[in-house]
């Protein structure tokens, strides 16, 4: 019968536990983008309500910022080869796609943490929601003015913040729902308690 993995062998638990992290990881990812296909529903302008944060947040609250963040960029970059990008150019894939989800690593914070799995969350939906206003205000401004939900906005401010801050809102809102039903079933998980044993 072969040694457990809790063996106190130091560079064994550590080979162990990045090859766990990545094969997570993977699985997150591909869960990630089969969700960013089931949207709820899609603005004209790209932003979409669906769970893809969810397993990307779960990730990064499970492992830590480190992975998080490989993980997030890795999402942002095959999102755009395999769900399309709407965008103005290569800064406006860099910034929706690429950086606003690899931002969402900080949600790696929480690790460990009590209830760390919500205001984990909380963080790296916020900061996914920073990236996406700032490329509202310096690239979408091209776009003004211009009208979204019956109302016609010409400040660049106020129209990314309403624009990004809908869908992104609602992803989040809904991460946090489903993470409360599942907290209690794998508290275990959400803090990574599982992996220091």
Not at 7 to 33: D, N, S
Not at 162 to 191: E, Q, R, W
């Amino acid at each position: 019968m072969s040694e457990p993995v809790t063996t106190k062998a130091p560079g064994r638990r550590r080979m162990y536990l990045l090859v766990r992290m990545l094969c997570e990881g993977g699985v997150m990812i591909a869960l990630a983008l089969v969700l960013g296909l089931l949207k709820v529903f899609e603005l004209p302008q790209g932003g979409s309500i669906s769970l893809e944060m969810l397993p990307l947040l779960f990730f990064c609250v499970r492992w830590g910022m480190g992975g998080g963040f490989i993980a997030c960029f890795a999402f942002g970059v095959l999102q755009v080869f395999i769900q399309g990008a709407v965008s103005w150019g290569w800064q406006s894939i860099l910034l929706d796609y690429v950086l606003a989800f690899g931002v969402m690593g900080i949600a790696g914070l929480g690790r460990g943490k009590p209830h760390g799995i919500f205001w984990g969350s909380v963080l790296g939906g916020a900061a996914r929601f920073v990236v996406h206003y700032i490329s509202g205000i310096t690239i979408y401004k091209i776009l003004a003015p211009t009208e979204i939900f019956g109302t016609v906005f010409d400040n660049p401010a106020l129209y990314s913040l309403i624009y990004n801050g809908s869908y992104v809102g609602i992803d989040l809102v809904l991460c946090l729902v489903i993470f409360g039903i599942l907290y209690a079933p794998l508290k275990t998980y959400m803090t990574g308690a599982d992996l220091r044993r």
